[in-house]
């Protein structure tokens, strides 16, 4: 469950399907610092069913929470498995959800991280290593990537990646419109070598040079 504020923009994949799902989490923003995630499935809207609601619907009880100046609530799940429940018959009890509240003050790394600015992030594995640190997250059709967490303590957390960067390569090789299948591959190559450099920008930055 996560917990918002009205200034949050948050970008729901628009389909005739339902449930609705997060199709992007602006990068420094309050919602990725209250954890929510892209793919995230949004079940309810301030203790309102909206799984089986309609995409101008679940957009309306949004909306409608933030005219009124009240605090946003989301009841999410990941689509993974939210997909293996609903393979499986079995109903999300919302009494096991997490509630993840909007920090009163942002951290200082969100409020002064540069904007605009492209970044290169090296990673590499030490012998004792045996994963680099971060999880992926595919673009919409499955066409790019993002970063989707950084495990702490790990070899990622020290370097200037972020949640919700878009990598545009992968040790130079650029990837933005690549699928899911060839950033797979490229990810698989930088483990065998245990090394990786990302190119990447947060989320207003790929925006701005597009």
């Not at 309810?44 to 609601?53: I, L, R």
């Not at 079995?90 to 904007?115: C, E, H, L, W």
Request: glycine share 2%; net charge negative; proline share 5%.
């Amino acid at each position: 469950m996560s917990d918002l504020t009205d200034e949050d923009i948050l970008n729901l994949e628009r389909s005739i399907q339902h449930p609705h799902f997060i199709e992007l989490v602006d990068s420094n923003s309050p919602a990725s610092a209250a954890s929510l995630k892209i793919r995230d499935v949004v079940l309810a809207v301030n203790n309102k069913d909206v799984s089986e609601s309609e995409y101008i619907e679940v957009t309306k009880a949004i909306k409608d929470v933030r005219d009124s100046n009240d605090r946003l609530e989301l009841l999410v799940i990941q689509k993974h498995f939210y997909d293996i429940l609903k393979e499986n018959g079995i109903s999300f009890n919302p009494r096991f959800a997490q509630v993840i509240d909007t920090p009163k003050q942002m951290p200082g790394d969100y409020m002064n991280f540069s904007k605009h600015t492209p970044r290169t992030c090296e990673i590499r594995l030490s012998t004792t290593d045996q994963t680099f640190g971060f999880d992926i997250v595919y673009g919409k059709y499955d066409i790019g990537a993002y970063i989707q967490e950084i495990a702490p303590d790990s070899p990622a957390s020290p370097t200037i990646l972020r949640k919700n960067d878009r990598v545009l390569e992968i040790n130079d090789k650029f990837i933005d419109n690549e699928p899911r299948k060839i950033i797979e591959k490229r990810l698989i190559e930088a483990k065998l070598k245990r090394f990786i450099k990302l190119y990447v920008g947060d989320t207003h930055t790929y925006i701005f040079f597009q």
